[in-house]
C-alpha cells in the first residue's frame, strides 16, 4: 500500500481546503521527510486526515468518535486519500456537515466513499466500488492487507504511545512494543514452549526411572523370540497373499454384478423406444405428406402476399379517399400564410434597412467602449505598480527610522557611561578601552550621518512615488469619466447594451474585491514572515554571545535587570 496523496478540509486547526502530494517533487523524490512546526500547528491533522478517509477513525478520538475534528465554526469538514494497492489506484472519502452547511445547525451523520480509477478514451473516471459508511473501511481492509489497528501498528505510529515509548523504562518498553507491535502472542508461544519442555523432561525422567527396574532378556530367550517372529512373518505373508485374491474375487463379483444390472437397463430401454416408435407412428404420415406438398409452397406464399397487399392498399386508398377535403382546406390555409409571410418578411427588410445606420452607429461606440475599459485596465495596473512602490519606500524608510533611532539610544548610553567614568583617571589600563569605544562612537557618527542622508534621499523619493500616484488617480479618474460618458452614449443609442454593461462592471467590482483579500493576504504573510525572520535573526545571534565580549547587536555588556547576564 503506497499513499499517493491527502487533500482535507476544515480539520481541527487547519482550516480551509488543503491538499499533500506525494507523487511530485520534491516529495516524490526525497526518501525520507519529516512533518515539523510549534505545536498546535496541525502535524497530527494530517495524520488525522488519513486515517479517517480510510477507515472513518482517529486514534486520538478513539472514545468519543471523529465527531470532534470538524474545525469550530464551520459548517462542513472532509478528508479524501489517493492510495495504490496491487497496481491500482484508489481514492477512499470521509466527510459529514451540519444541516445546511451552516456552522450554527446540527451536525449531521457522516459519510464514506471508496472508488477506483479507470481510464476510459484516455480520461481518467471514478466509479465507486463502496458508497456505505459501514463497507469502507472492510474494502480498505481487504484492498490494503491492514485493518485499522494493524494499519496503526504498521503505518502510523500514534504521537501518544510514541512520547511514552521514550520515557519509559526497558521493562516498559518491551510491554509497549508487544502492545504496539502485536508480538504478545510470542511470549505467550515462548511460556507454553517452556511448559512443554518442562513436561516433557518429567515424562523422559519417568520412563528413565521405570527403565532402570527392567531385567534384560537372555540369549536363549532372545533366540526362541526371534524364531516366533519369523514364523509369524512367514504367516503373515501367507495370509496376505490369501487376502489379495479374495479381494481379486470380490472385485470380479461387483463387475459381474454390473454388467447384469446394465443389461437390464438396455432391454427396458429397448422396450420404451419400442412403444414410441409405434407412438410418432402417425408422426411420421404427417412429415411424409408435409414433403410431398413442400415443392409448391412458394407459388402459394407469394399468393397469399399478393392478396395481403391488395386488401392493404384498398384500405389505405378510401382512407385517402375520406382524407382529401381537410387536405384540400389545409392547403388553401398555407397558402394563405405563405402570403402573410411574404408580407411580414417584406415589412421586416424594409425596417432592417432603415435601423441599419443605427446599428452601425450602436458597434462603433461598443468599439470606444471597449478601446475606454482597456485604457481604465492599463491606468489601474500603473497606478497599482506605484501604490506598491510606495509602500517598499515607506516600509524602508520605517526599517531606517528604527535603525536611527537605535543608533542614537546607543550613542546615549555611550555618552552616559563616558560622563559617569571622567572620575575614574587612576585606572590608566582602561585607555585602550576608552580609546576603542571613542573609535566606536566616531564610526557611529559617520554611520548616523549615513543614515540621516539616505532618509532624506528615500523622504524624496516617496514624495515622488505619492505624487506619481496623485497623478496615476488623476489619470484612472479621466479614465472613469470617459467611460461613463462613453456609456451614455452607449445607452443613448442602443439600450439592449445595458444589460451586457451591467455584467462588466459587476465583473470588475468582483475582480476589485479579489484584489484587495489578495493584497490583505500577501500584507498578513508578509508580516508573518518578518517577525519570523525576525526571531530566527535574534536566535541565531544569541547563540554567538561570548563571555567577557560585547554583543554584537546592541555593544551592551550585560542586561540592567541581570548584571553580569546576557540578554
Known amino acids: 500500500m503506497k499513499i499517493l496523496r491527502v487533500r482535507f478540509c476544515n480539520l481541527n486547526s487547519l482550516r480551509g481546503e488543503h491538499e499533500v502530494d506525494f507523487g511530485t517533487s520534491p516529495l516524490s523524490d526525497a526518501g525520507l521527510f519529516a512533518i515539523t512546526g510549534p505545536t498546535g500547528a496541525g502535524k497530527t491533522t494530517i495524520l488525522d486526515a488519513i486515517t479517517l478517509a480510510l477507515y ?71 466509479p465507486f466500488l463502496e458508497n456505505l459508511k459501514s463497507r469502507v473501511p472492510a474494502k480498505v481492509a481487504e484492498l490494503s492487507g491492514l485493518e485499522y489497528r494493524q494499519f496503526l501498528r504498521s503505518v502510523l505510529l500514534a504521537q501518544g504511545e510514541f512520547t511514552k515509548f521514550l520515557k519509559s523504562s526497558a521493562g516498559e518498553r518491551a510491554q509497549l512494543l508487544e502492545k504496539l507491535t502485536d508480538t504478545r502472542k510470542y511470549s505467550d508461544i515462548s511460556k507454553a514452549a517452556y511448559e512443554r519442555a518442562k513436561l516433557e523432561t518429567l515424562r523422559v525422567e519417568t520412563l528413565r526411572s521405570g527403565l532402570a527396574g527392567v531385567v534384560l532378556l537372555g540369549p536363549e530367550e532372545v533366540a526362541e523370540l526371534e524364531a516366533d517372529v519369523q514364523e509369524l512373518g512367514r504367516h503373515l505373508q501367507a495370509a496376505t497373499a490369501a487376502q489379495q485374491r479374495l479381494a481379486e474375487a470380490q472385485a470380479w463379483r461387483r463387475r459381474l454384478e454390473e454388467l447384469a444390472g446394465q443389461q437390464q437397463r438396455s432391454q427396458s430401454r429397448l422396450h420404451e423406444l419400442s412403444s414410441e416408435a409405434e407412438t410418432l407412428t402417425p408422426v411420421r404420415q404427417r412429415v411424409a405428406r408435409h414433403e410431398q406438398a413442400l415443392p409448391f409452397q412458394t407459388p402459394w406464399a407469394l399468393l397469399r402476399q399478393a392478396d395481403e397487399q391488395h386488401q392493404k392498399l384498398g384500405i389505405e386508398t378510401e382512407r385517402l379517399r375520406l382524407h382529401l377535403p381537410q387536405l384540400q382546406t389545409a392547403l388553401t390555409a398555407a397558402r394563405a400564410a405563405r402570403a402573410t409571410a411574404a408580407t411580414a418578411r417584406d415589412t421586416a427588410v424594409a425596417t432592417q434597412k432603415e435601423q441599419e445606420p443605427r446599428l452601425r452607429e450602436a458597434e462603433k461606440l461598443d468599439v470606444q467602449v471597449q478601446a475606454a475599459g482597456q485604457q481604465l485596465k492599463k491606468d489601474k495596473e500603473e497606478y497599482d505598480n506605484k501604490n506598491k512602490r510606495c509602500k517598499q519606500l515607506k516600509a524602508a524608510i520605517d526599517t531606517a527610522s528604527a535603525r536611527l533611532l537605535d543608533l542614537r539610544r546607543q550613542s546615549g548610553q555611550v555618552a552616559e557611561w563616558l560622563t559617569l567614568h571622567l572620575h575614574l583617571e587612576e585606572l590608566g589600563d582602561t585607555l585602550p578601552t576608552v580609546a576603542a569605544n571613542l573609535q566606536d562612537w566616531e564610526h557611529l557618527r559617520a554611520e548616523l550621518g549615513q543614515l540621516l542622508r539616505a532618509e532624506a534621499s528615500l523622504q524624496g523619493r516617496l514624495t515622488a512615488a505619492e505624487a506619481a500616484a496623485t497623478q496615476g488617480q488623476a489619470d484612472a479618474a479621466t479614465a472613469t469619466q470617459a467611460l461613463v460618458a462613453a456609456n451614455a452614449q452607449q445607452q443613448t443609442a442602443a439600450s439592449s447594451r445595458d444589460q451586457w454593461l451591467t455584467r462588466l462592471q459587476a465583473h470588475e467590482k468582483t475582480l476589485r474585491h479579489q484584489h484587495t483579500d489578495l493584497e490583505r493576504a500577501h500584507a498578513d504573510l508578509r508580516r508573518l514572515l518578518q517577525t519570523q525572520h525576525l526571531i530566527l535573526t535574534h536566535e541565531e545571534a544569541r547563540q554567538h554571545l561570548t563571555a567577557g565580549d560585547p554583543c554584537p547587536l546592541c555593544a551592551r555588556w550585560s542586561t540592567p535587570s541581570r548584571p553580569g547576564s546576557w540578554a
Open 56 to 126: 472513518g477513525q482517529v486514534p486520538r478520538h478513539d472514545g468519543s468518535g471523529p465527531e470532534q475534528v470538524m474545525s469550530h465554526g464551520t459548517g462542513e469538514s472532509w478528508a479524501e486519500v489517493e492510495f495504490q494497492a496491487s497496481g491500482k489506484v484508489y481514492r477512499a472519502k470521509w466527510g459529514q456537515h451540519r444541516g445546511r452547511r451552516r456552522p450554527e445547525n446540527p451536525l449531521q451523520d457522516s459519510k464514506m466513499e471508496l472508488s477506483e480509477q479507470v481510464f476510459v478514451d484516455g480520461e481518467a473516471t471514478w
